[in-house]
């Protein structure tokens, strides 16, 4: 089955740098990947996602870059700022037609804290 | 507004008592979904439904049971409560397709003692 891995689990940044999340998954046929904020007590919810046939796709401070033959994801946050701190999930869907429908996998997310 | 709820938010149960987890969505949505949060594993799916009368097994759905008898509701069932399965449960719902965004529930916090 699909496995997703994750890293870093802790990222710590200054407001106003970068921040990058990096995301492998297993499965050549997943083809949808979407990334989940979960702020403390909270839902998870998408802040983006992406598609298999598209490298990448941006919303104003966020992007997600998708390399299929490497089967690896990223988010990266541009201009970090102190509500961007959460845990950061991504997720692969198994794209198996005849039954899973898109069963999200998910890592085991990144903790990720902006510094005034 | 269409929404997706959970009750109750809070629950604090004792071994070997049989509890149920309400998951609502308005949507209209035909997937639903179940997942528990635990730290270290992130979410884990439990089961899943693809519509009335679908129910399947997940990765971790040992001492869970769902059913599916409406589009709106997917109640979650622990038949006989383990500590182990203290833990955040987070019901989501989908479109139909492949691939469709997922929205998820505000959560239940679920303490077997």
């Known amino acids: 089955g699909e496995n997703v891995e994750q890293h870093p689990s802790t990222l710590s940044v200054q407001e106003g740098d970068s921040a990058v999340i990096k995301c492998t998954y297993s499965?050549?046929?997943?083809?949808?990947f979407p990334w989940y904020k979960q702020e403390l007590g909270k839902r998870p919810q998408l802040i983006i996602d992406?598609?298999?046939?598209?490298g990448e796709k941006k919303d104003q401070r966020i992007a997600v870059t998708l390399n299929k033959t490497a089967k690896h994801f990223s988010l990266h946050i541009t201009e970090t700022q102190p509500e961007d701190s959460a845990v950061y999930f991504c997720?692969?869907?198994?794209?198996?037609?005849?039954?899973?429908?898109?069963?999200?996998?998910f890592g085991k997310g990144t903790k990720l804290s902006v510094k005034p | 507004d269409a929404e997706i709820t959970q009750s109750p938010r809070h629950k604090i149960t004792e071994t070997g008592r049989q509890v149920t987890l309400a998951c609502h969505q308005t949507?209209?949505?035909?997937?639903m979904f179940w997942y528990r949060q635990d730290l270290g594993h992130g979410l884990r799916l439990i089961h899943y439904?693809?519509?009335?009368?679908?129910?399947n097994k997940g990765e971790v759905s040992d001492g869970y049971s769902v059913s599916r008898s409406n589009t709106e509701d997917l109640p979650l069932t622990l038949e006989s409560a383990a500590s182990s399965q203290t833990s955040v449960y987070f019901c989501?719902?989908?479109?139909?397709?492949?691939?469709?965004?997922?929205?998820f529930g505000p959560g239940t916090r679920l303490t077997v003692l």
């Open positions: 989501a719902s989908s479109i139909g397709v492949v691939g469709a965004r997922k929205f």
């Open positions: 997720a692969a869907s198994i794209a198996d037609y005849g039954g899973s429908q898109g069963n999200l996998i």
């Open positions: 992406i598609r298999s046939n598209v």
């Open positions: 499965d050549s046929a997943s083809n949808y």
């Open positions: 949507w209209n949505h035909n997937n």
């Open positions: 439904s693809y519509g009335v009368q679908d129910t």
